[in-house]
């Protein structure tokens, strides 16, 4: 009886330790967010601050805010840099376009 009781702690004590361990890499992990009627896990992204830096270079900060938060909604992704690097986003991301059909995502 004894045996077992000193077999489970040393079990429990070695399942504490790697989840302590796992947690102390410093991996960067993705937020995951349940959304919608399917429960889907989709990756959280920060619209706002990430459209902020994407739109701080532009002429018209406050419309390009505008459209670009749209499109990281609907798309979940916001190119890198001021302007350019549209396709790293995708189709979503490049074919939105506007009523008058340009191009709506910045």
Not at 4 to 26: I, M
Not at 31 to 41: E, I
Not at 51 to 58: A, D, Q
Not at 78 to 104: F, I, Q, W
């Amino acid at each position: 009886m004894a045996y077992r009781l000193l077999l489970l702690s040393a079990l429990l004590l070695f399942s504490l330790a790697q989840v302590l361990s796992d947690n102390e890499n410093g991996d960067e992990e993705v937020a995951l967010v349940v959304r919608g009627t399917n429960r889907r896990l989709l990756p959280y992204v920060d619209c706002g601050g990430l459209c902020k830096v994407r739109c701080s270079l532009h002429s018209r900060p406050n419309v390009c805010t505008r459209a670009c938060a749209t499109c990281c909604v609907r798309c979940k992704c916001v190119p890198p840099g001021t302007s350019g690097n549209r396709e790293l986003c995708g189709t979503c991301y490049t074919d939105m376009t506007t009523h008058a059909n340009k191009t709506k995502c910045p």
